[in-house]
């Protein structure tokens, strides 16, 4: 047995069944296992930020990691931005990086990088194999690593020698520890809080946001009069109809500020302090008012659902209102505004679809909605790099099959990884994509005026997208993917009820002002 060969049966016996992978010439011997060792699924993205926020949606849907494989320290370059999208999410995944053979290394050919230094940022876990009979030790620990609560990236950089070298040995699963459990005098603490009445805030990220704790939450703002909010950015939320409809922190910030004036006691839930997505002349950085206690019930490596549950016995509380008859939703087909955009989509939302949300400025406002729709989950681009959005819609189909994936997503954004849409084609995943075109990067706009710039045609030009204009139903279909746009309500409702009736890809490209 060889090393690579070692590597993908230590995977499997560790649960890491799926592959999402765009290899080189140092890979060769990891993709020639694949092809002998029953078991991986193995997926092509065409560009490493492909693979890259495939492997982020997919560990965001199971919980689980993927591998990712990348061509040595340039493929991974590539990919950092949706490992940087991956780490903010707190995703597990295991990014197995090829490199030079040990001893060609010292030589300095063109493709040697420090490889190991790129990864090191946006990794918890950080391995070089340096001999075939490590591979599978390494491999197994790197996944221990990657399944850590709350999730992180591991990196195993495999030199070429390693993989195709005789003498790997398959290594057993290691053990993962469970979260950590939370301390009870932090329960019994934030308890005492809240029973004092003062305007109190219980901030949530991670897994508080799934359903179950979202029900201990609100058990607790009933009980004490506290109010729900949850972090800006988050890696997975659930929502729809019969769950508790809370909202998030908005990125404008004027609006974040007005979220949390007036609250004195800040207990965060799996959240970090928070704080502007910029810095802006002259304004404050830090959400919270400046006379506001922070106390901290679960740090996001803690077991935040188990915490909510301890604190809500804590208090006393009964079971949750019940979830509030919200007026159902109806497509409007009359022309497009921000408004009736959410509207529409939201209606024609399947049961258990799960969102991608790279929306941009127009769509900005559909999560706000989005608890009058079916159930679903939403997943959110967490980082800041622009471009998860399409990868993102390909890794969560795969991991959530039998469920429509809805991917909203700018235009500018799109064309970060627009052969994401390839890999969708290929693998005939059910993911419709509506992207909102109005040709521009718009969101600077805005931007512009929070810094005080002071822009000229020259600078506005650098944000636009126009002359020529992307013909996104042409880019699509080049891309294997079937097409059309729309223009207005009506054309947009009739476009989301085709997509629901088929299999496979569709994009609509949504022409708004």
């Known amino acids: 047995m060889n090393g690579a060969e070692s590597l993908v049966h230590t995977l499997l016996a560790c649960g890491v069944d799926t592959c999402f992978a765009n290899p080189g010439t140092s890979e060769m011997h990891f993709v020639a296992a694949l092809d002998r060792i029953p078991g991986m699924r193995s997926v092509l993205g065409l560009f490493e930020g492909v693979v890259t926020g495939a492997a982020d949606g997919y560990g965001r849907m199971t919980g689980k990691p993927a591998a990712c494989l990348l ?195 800040l207990i965060l839930v799996g959240a970090t302090p928070p704080v502007s997505f910029f810095a802006y002349p002259g304004r404050p950085n830090r959400l919270a008012p400046p006379d506001c206690e922070i106390h901290v019930l679960a740090r996001p490596e803690q077991d935040g659902p188990a915490a909510l549950a301890a604190l809500a016995d804590e208090l006393g509380a009964t079971a949750a209102p019940a979830a509030a008859d919200f007026p159902p939703l109806s497509p409007v087909r009359g022309a497009l505004t ?15 679809a799960v969102v991608i949300d790279e929306a941009g400025s127009f769509g900005r406002g ?80 805005g931007e512009l005026a929070n810094v005080g710039a002071n822009p000229g045609p020259r600078a506005l030009g650098m944000m636009s997208l126009d002359d020529p204009d992307l013909d996104w139903v042409k880019l699509a279909g080049g891309m294997g993917v079937e097409a059309a746009a729309a223009e207005d309500g009506a054309r947009l409702s009739d476009l989301l009820a085709y997509a629901e009736t088929r299999r496979g890809p569709f994009l609509i490209a949504l022409s708004v002002p």
């Not at 230094?117 to 001999?131: D, E, I, L, N, Q």
């Not at 921000?338 to 258990?352: D, V, W």
């Open 338 to 352: 921000p408004e009736s955009g959410a509207e529409t989509i939201l209606a024609h939302l399947p049961e258990n």
């Open 366 to 445: 559909i999560f706000a909605q989005s608890h009058r729709a079916a159930p679903h989950d939403w997943l959110q681009l967490t980082g800041g790099a622009i471009g998860d959005g399409l990868p993102m819609a390909v890794g969560a189909a795969i991991g959530a099959p039998g469920r429509r994936v809805i991917s909203l997503q700018a235009d500018g954004s799109a064309m970060y990884t627009l052969q994401a849409l390839w890999t969708q084609a290929r693998e005939r995943l059910d993911v419709t994509t509506i992207v909102f075109a109005n040709r521009r990067y718009a969101i600077l706009f």
């Open 71 to 265: 061509h040595c320290g340039p493929g991974l370059a590539n990919g950092l931005a949706n490992l940087h999208n991956a780490r903010r999410a707190r995703t597990p995944l295991v990014a197995i990086i090829g490199d030079q053979a040990t001893y060609h290394r010292p030589l300095d050919a063109p493709l040697t990088a420090d490889t190991e230094g790129w990864a090191r940022p946006v990794s918890g876990f950080v391995r070089t194999a340096t001999a075939a009979a490590e591979v599978g030790r390494c491999a197994a620990a790197a996944v221990q690593a990657a399944r850590a609560a709350p999730g992180q990236i591991a990196s195993l950089i495999l030199p070429a020698d390693t993989a195709w070298d005789e003498g790997g040995i398959v290594a057993a699963p290691l053990p993962v520890p469970p979260p950590a459990a939370v301390d009870p005098g932090a329960v019994r603490h934030a308890a005492r809080v809240l029973r004092r009445g003062e305007p109190a805030m219980l901030l949530l990220g991670g897994a508080a946001l799934l359903a179950a704790p979202l029900e201990d939450a609100a058990r607790i703002a009933a009980a004490s009069g506290a109010r729900l909010l949850a972090q800006q950015q988050n890696g997975r939320v659930a929502r729809g109809r019969g769950r508790v409809a809370i909202g998030r922190i908005p990125y404008p910030l004027d609006q974040a500020l007005a979220a949390l004036a007036g609250i004195r006691h």
